[in-house]
């Protein structure tokens, strides 16, 4: 569907929809499945959706935290527009507690008041001007519950031809992600572990909405990458990642990329780093069900470049964030066997070549 139209279509049909519900004494918030009933003057379990008495108001709207052009491999997002960077912007809060957030000290803590307030006019304004950027990507914290302003600033910078992207935990219900969908181009969901006790003991939320996000965006048709960061002793099991990965393939298609990721002492966990051993014992496994796997937070060892599914030829190369395209043509088809291996690529990423 054409992006502009897809605009035109969220503002007539889905501008209306409510994020909460009124009840006797209290909110019902209905944008993830906490359903957080919030009593005026308080908050909900993300610290940023406050009751004000006839409304949840975002009080983190326009508040930024992080703010850096990134390459979109970063993200992660191996398969959209390889080579190319992005805006990268995140706020404050999250609707998970993982006791190994990487980002706590912006996703657990939540400021008392918010001085300077960035209009979305000034994110669009920044993106446009940054060099060999494609758009925006709100990351950094969760950004599900930031729906309000994401929402200004992609219906605007959609208007202008970037692309949007979200890196998300995709504890969202499936109404507001619906309208996430219509504005936002590619995601990254950080699928923590294939097994429910995980989420419920680490990160005070459930699998299945999780599981249900996902489906539901690969229905959509936008561009989808998985990561799984690996924690010691908690969801490093191969045969858990072997149901992991076949359930990626069976539900949402073996050509999604998943992205295995080594996990590093943080905030509350002190576990010892991932063993690198461990790592390449889950890529291997995950690559017996899926085309794409790769290796993350693992400088020098294997799962960095993509290889062709169709003739084993290898058609990107990456040292770290940087890039050498080859054997691609530019369509982003392997020119040995002719298989599709990016459905997002620009002339830019097939001018990087050894």
Known sequence: MNRIFRIFTYSVTFCMTTLFRKNKDS?????????????????????????????????????????????????????????????????????????????????????????VKTEPEKIVSDSLSSVNNIGIAFTYNEPVIWFEYIRDVAIKAIEKKLHTVMVSNGFVNKEPLAEYISFIDAFNIDLKAFNDEFYRKLTGARIEPVKES?????????????????????????????????????ELGKDVPLHISRYFPMFRRDDPPTPADTIIKLYETASRYLDYVYTGNMAGLKGQNTICPGCGAMVVKRTGYNIKIQNLDQQGRCRTCGKQIFRHFTSFSSSIKN
């Open 27 to 115: 909110l019902t918030c209905l944008l993830c499945p906490h359903f957080c009933k919030i009593a005026p003057g308080r908050t909900g379990v993300c610290r940023v959706r406050k009751n004000t008495g006839d409304t949840i108001e975002l009080i983190t709207y326009g508040v930024v935290s992080g703010y850096a052009l990134d390459p979109v491999e970063k993200k992660p997002l191996f398969h959209f527009y390889p080579g190319t960077n992005i805006l990268s912007i995140g706020s404050y809060g999250c609707n998970m507690r993982c006791d190994f957030c990487q980002n706590y000290n912006i996703s657990q803590h939540i400021l008392d008041g918010y001085p």
């Open 214 to 250: 996902l489906k539901q965006i690969a229905r959509s048709g936008r561009h989808l990458e998985i990561t799984t960061l690996i924690i010691p002793g908690r969801n490093d099991d191969a045969e858990e990642m072997a149901r992991e990965a076949e359930w990626i393939a069976g």
